[in-house]
């Protein structure tokens, strides 16, 4: 597993413009600023691909709700990364339905192509590999996503074409 | 993180695959996608098939009170698994002029194993699902609406979102709707990842921006729910089946049975594993899984056997093939020592080694656990310890009873939720009608000692 990159203390996150003001019109969707600290963790994360611990303040103090709130939100949700990924995440549906239909096999060839376990990233920073849950396409197993794009009944033989795909 | 590819093609799960007839009087929730062919994105195709009529009929002839009793007497149950009766739970509202403010929940967080209905209904109709939050919305008075959406859907949250916009450009959403005097907004809310956000009270927290756990009943969340207010959270499929109900009336609905069982209406049902046509049907709730594994699905692919099927998710008890004759609704199935949860089965074929399908599934439990109460944060990952050793064929002697242990210490009242209490389902099911094989996973050498640490 990557560790947490501790970033100086103290130092300031400078939170691009447009950043800042897509969290602050999310504000509006909901009657309690702390609601939009799912979006804003998500807004940070499309910037840097990863949740920067400095970015944890700042989204707190424009939500006015502590640090360690935003903090235990960001670490709680599977698809919020407090841990830098490569560019490209895979996520791997492990659940029964995929199961059944073997998505051990897929599973084990795409480790073996990618020379990394689950949890781990790249060497060359290309491509992070996750477990996931059930991604509600049961009927289609295995099924995986490679960051927003998912691919249904999966075999062995389509996974060197489908990570050509993300360079 | 930007994507240098194109988006792969979408595709939609094969649904009503061999069915004929199909209309708005027989198929409410599917009709519009089979007899148009595709998805119907733009509103005005979505207006052409009916679309809207139903808001229409509510706001100008309808009471709120008359719409919540039309969906009482409909016999509608949750679709999301409980089968808790709608009607009954939107009477549980405060209503009348000093009610304030309150909240309509459309649970979209599909992560039940096993389960893909409801991605269909958004992917292939958004415009249906909007229209059913905003005449659920009536029903019940509240100014604000949620459609908390699992982060994975993407197309399905681009399609509602857009789906939205639209309505609101056609008057159907926002202030004074249709000359009524009554207005409601509606967002989607996208989750970001955690099985657990499906548990109602766990997903009003999430979409409060904590993290979800879930919380003690009662209050239950039509008393105090989002930001204590009074809130309703129901499933994409119940809400979905309200526009008709309204349209054609609750005896209607309650025919769609065709008698084949006392609940009304039909159901999403699927199959999943190793058969020939997965997919999705919608069919008279009531209809057996024989029906629909040999008639719709096609059976086993060559050369295997079902061993063993879960009717309708990861949480319900394993039924075997002398169950396949069985009515697939809520009280046949529950008298039968299972539930019939999301109505979707899986599959167990000969394959499959029994041990090793029940280890994934509470593999499954134990990583989605919130953390939050103990017999479900510690007894899960150690389940999943005597599976998989037992899987490797070094269990102790004593596991299979701790085993016992657990399915009493994780079942139902010892934890603030459902999870533990029905991760234990299949595992209590399948120590009942699969002992020997576990008993084959106990290391001969140990089979002497007495291993129970509890006693």
């Known amino acids: ?167 | 993180m930007s994507s240098n590819v194109t988006r792969p093609a979408f595709s939609c799960s094969e649904v009503n695959r061999g069915l004929t007839n199909i209309g708005p009087e027989t198929h409410p929730l599917t009709w519009r996608y089979s007899t148009h062919g595709q998805s119907i994105l733009d509103i005005k195709t979505y207006e052409a098939m009916e679309g809207y009529a139903a808001l229409r009929k509510a706001l100008t002839e309808m009471k709120p009170a008359d719409v919540q009793a039309e969906i009482k007497a409909s016999g509608l149950r949750g679709r999301g698994g409980a089968g808790f009766p709608t009607g009954v739970k939107w009477s549980l509202i405060p209503m009348g002029p000093d009610a304030g403010a309150k909240y309509m929940v459309c649970n979209a967080d599909e992560m039940e194993p096993g389960t893909f209905k409801d991605r269909m209904l958004m992917e292939t109709n958004p415009h249906q699902l909007v229209e059913s939050m905003i005449v659920s919305a009536y029903a019940i008075q509240a100014k604000r609406a949620y459609i908390f959406l699992r982060g994975e859907y993407i197309e399905a949250a681009e399609r509602l979102n857009a789906a939205i916009q639209e309505a609101h450009a056609a008057g159907y959403l926002g202030e004074n709707i249709l000359g009524s005097g009554w207005g409601v907004d509606l967002m989607v809310h996208t989750g970001a990842g955690r099985y657990i956000c499906g548990e109602e009270t766990a997903l009003i927290n999430s979409l409060e921006g904590r993290r979800a756990n879930p919380r003690s009943k009662p209050p239950f969340p039509q008393i105090a729910g989002l930001w204590g207010r009074p809130t309703i959270v129901n499933n994409v499929e119940t809400v979905s089946n309200v526009p008709a109900i309204l349209l054609r009336g609750a005896d209607w609905f309650k025919g769609l049975s065709q008698g084949l069982s006392g609940d009304a209406g039909t159901k999403l049902y699927g199959v999943s594993g190793r058969v020939k046509h997965p997919g999705l049907w919608e069919l008279p709730i009531g209809i057996t899984c024989r029906e629909l594994l040999y008639n719709h699905a096609g059976g086993m692919r060559e050369g295997l056997e079902m061993v063993t099927w879960l009717p309708g998710g990861a949480s319900t008890d394993f039924l075997m093939p002398e169950h396949l004759d069985l009515a697939m609704d809520y009280d046949t199935i529950m008298k039968n020592g299972s539930r019939l949860g999301t109505g979707l089965i899986m599959v167990v074929d000969n394959r499959h080694n029994i041990v090793s399908v029940v280890r994934n599934l509470e593999q499954f439990f134990a990583r989605e656990s919130c953390g939050w109460c103990t017999p479900c944060r510690d007894g899960l990952p150690w389940t999943v310890k005597l599976l998989q050793s037992i899987e490797a064929g070094q269990g102790q002697a004593g596991d299979l009873e701790t085993l016992d242990q657990m399915t009493r210490f994780l079942g139902p009242g010892k934890t603030f939720c459902a999870l533990a209490p029905g991760a234990m389902e299949p595992l209590q099911s399948a120590l009942k009608f699969f002992r020997p094989e576990f008993e084959k996973g106990i290391a001969a050498a140990d089979s002497q000692q007495s291993g129970n640490s509890f006693r």
């Open chain 1, 1 to 167: 597993m990557n560790k947490i990159i501790l970033t100086q203390r103290g130092a300031p996150y400078e939170m691009a413009a447009e950043d800042r003001a897509e969290i602050e019109h999310s504000l509006h969707h909901y009657d309690d600023p702390r609601a939009a600290s799912i979006d804003a963790l998500k807004v940070i994360q499309r910037r840097h691909g990863w949740v920067p611990n400095n970015a944890i303040r700042e989204i707190a103090l424009i939500l006015q709700i502590p640090d360690s709130d935003v903090e235990g939100v960001a670490t709680f949700y599977n698809r919020i990364y407090r841990s830098p990924v490569g560019r490209h995440v895979i996520t791997v549906c492990d659940s029964i339905g995929c199961f059944l239909t073997g998505f051990e096999e897929v599973y084990a060839a795409l480790q073996q192509r990618l020379g990394i376990k689950p949890g781990q990233t790249t060497s060359d920073n290309r491509f992070t590999l996750i477990p996931t849950c059930c991604l509600g396409a049961c009927d289609r197993g295995p099924v995986l996503m490679i960051n927003d794009d998912t691919y249904f009944n999966l075999t062995v033989d389509q996974l060197d074409a489908l990570l050509e795909k993300y360079a």
